[in-house]
């Protein structure tokens, strides 16, 4: 088995690989948050100037035309009464006015207003009364002034804002649509690599060869190949010494049982002796038995040949003497259960594997032999169309419960139904049937299983191999 190794930090690696994806897919999300704070933070503290501005403008203009109004009269009270007093007052007024004018005057952009302010509180100290009526329409004009450049100000900074905003979509609109290309391509870096190891053990599991591309891409993965490929030496190793262990098994087994079926033979045909009743059904039940040791041994080499993908040979078959030759080893246990046996009277043709379709009917029978009912029924039929070729083996025996059916062709399930005799069965009859059947392309299904009739067909399709003459 390969050693493993720690690995150290690596740009090939698997976490390397998925720390610098989540990296590249995150940072430039980072970014575009801190920008859109920054931006966001920079136009909350333009408003809040603005509005402090907006406030202290407002209430600087209700001042000068509180001023204003206060000047206007005083101005002609003066005229009128020229106490000191009140000319005290307005030449306070008149220093607040400018005062507070010259602080306005930074958010004005026209001078020509204030030009004619200044002339006019000039006026106003030289005690021309008639001027000062004209003072508070001015401050009124200048206070509507900046008033629109407050709102002009205003609509600036909402269009900044827009701006921003729209930059930002943008922005997050390119940096969406990079993204899911970037996670695209690292997802299909690592998803690559794993549906190749997924479709090796595929391979693996199913038996076949792979012949897709090398895994490749990060290290992790590249060793589990590593182990793959060791897994499928050692699967191979071991297939080969199941094999070659079937095969002594079944020489093992078939050189003793061939001795006892002959000297059983022998018994049965008295060449020794004549025998008695009881001996005759002794000897018979050897006979009997041997030949279902055969037939289990025989089934067991026929799965493991199935499942190592045997070659097939399709050619013209003649269908009647493919019956009789997998009816033959079971004639004896017809006889013994009195079941009577109908075959086809008309011969038929069709390109098949003839080693196949044997092994298929004989199991069928073998089956229709053992479960069938003493003195019952076994039929074979034949149908032919231009399109398939349909075979039928139907007999008398119990029918089978209906939570067996789906795992009938399961290898190993024996359902409820207890074959007859003394020999167990392997529960591979009817999966090797239906793996015999794949390999010619055929199907086989449980055509009938009512009123103690039980049926199965074999459907063989025009062949689409090549023909072996």
Not at 141 to 151: G, P, S
Not at 162 to 168: A, E, K, P, R
């Amino acid at each position: 088995m390969p050693n493993h190794n720690r690995r150290g930090w690596r740009l090939s690696s698997l976490k390397q690989l998925v720390l610098l994806s989540f990296l590249v897919v995150v940072t430039p999300f980072g970014i575009l948050i801190y920008y859109a704070t920054d931006a966001l933070v920079e136009q909350s503290a333009e408003g809040r100037v603005l509005a402090k501005q907006a406030l202290e403008v407002t209430r600087r203009g209700q001042r000068l035309e509180g001023l204003a109004e206060d000047i206007t009269r005083s101005a002609r009270q003066y005229q009128i009464l020229a106490k000191p007093e009140i000319k005290q007052r307005l030449t306070q007024n008149l220093l607040d006015y400018r005062e507070q004018l010259s602080i306005h005057s930074f958010i004005l952009t026209q001078v020509e207003q204030l030009n004619q302010i200044s002339t006019l509180l000039d006026n106003i100290e030289q005690y021309q009364s008639e001027d000062a009526n004209n003072l508070l329409g001015l401050t009124r004009e200048i206070n509507q002034q900046v008033d629109l450049i407050l709102d002009q100000r205003l609509q600036a900074l909402n269009s900044t804002a827009q701006h921003t905003q729209t930059q930002l979509s943008t922005l997050a609109i390119i940096l969406l649509v990079i993204e899911m290309l970037l996670i695209l391509f690292f997802s299909f870096s690592i998803i690559r690599p794993v549906r190749r190891i997924a479709d090796r053990i595929q391979a693996l599991g199913t038996g076949e060869e792979y012949t897709g591309a090398m895994v490749g891409g990060p290290d992790e993965l590249v060793e589990l190949e590593q182990q793959l490929d060791w897994l499928t030496e050692r699967l191979a190793e071991v297939e080969n010494e199941k094999q070659r262990f079937l095969r002594h098994m079944s020489h093992e087994l078939k050189t003793p049982l061939t001795t006892l079926r002959e000297g059983s033979d022998l018994l049965a045909d008295q060449i020794t002796g004549p025998l008695n009743t009881s001996q005759m059904e002794v000897t018979q039940l050897l006979q009997s038995n041997s030949r279902q040791l055969q037939s289990l041994i025989e089934q067991l080499l026929d799965y493991s040949r199935l499942h190592q993908n045997e070659s097939v040979n399709f050619h013209r078959v003649k269908l009647l003497p493919v019956l009789t030759e997998a009816i033959e080893p079971y004639k004896l246990l017809l006889e013994q259960k009195k079941i009577h046996l109908s075959l086809p009277k008309e011969e038929h043709e069709w390109v098949t594997d003839r080693a196949m379709l044997v092994r298929i009917i004989s199991n069928l029978v073998s089956n229709a032999a053992l479960y069938g009912s003493n003195e019952g029924d076994l039929t074979l039929s034949i149908s032919q169309t231009n399109e398939h070729c349909l075979i039928n083996v139907e007999n008398d025996g119990p029918t089978i419960p209906l939570k067996d059916v789906p795992l009938l062709f399961e290898p190993f399930y024996q359902g409820q139904n207890r074959r007859q005799g003394p020999v167990k069965g392997s529960g591979i009859g009817l999966s090797i049937v239906h793996d015999a059947a794949e390999s010619l392309g055929a199907t086989v299904k449980l055509a009938k299983n009512e009123n103690h009739r039980v049926g199965f067909s074999v459907c063989l399709p025009i062949s689409e191999h090549p023909i072996n003459d």
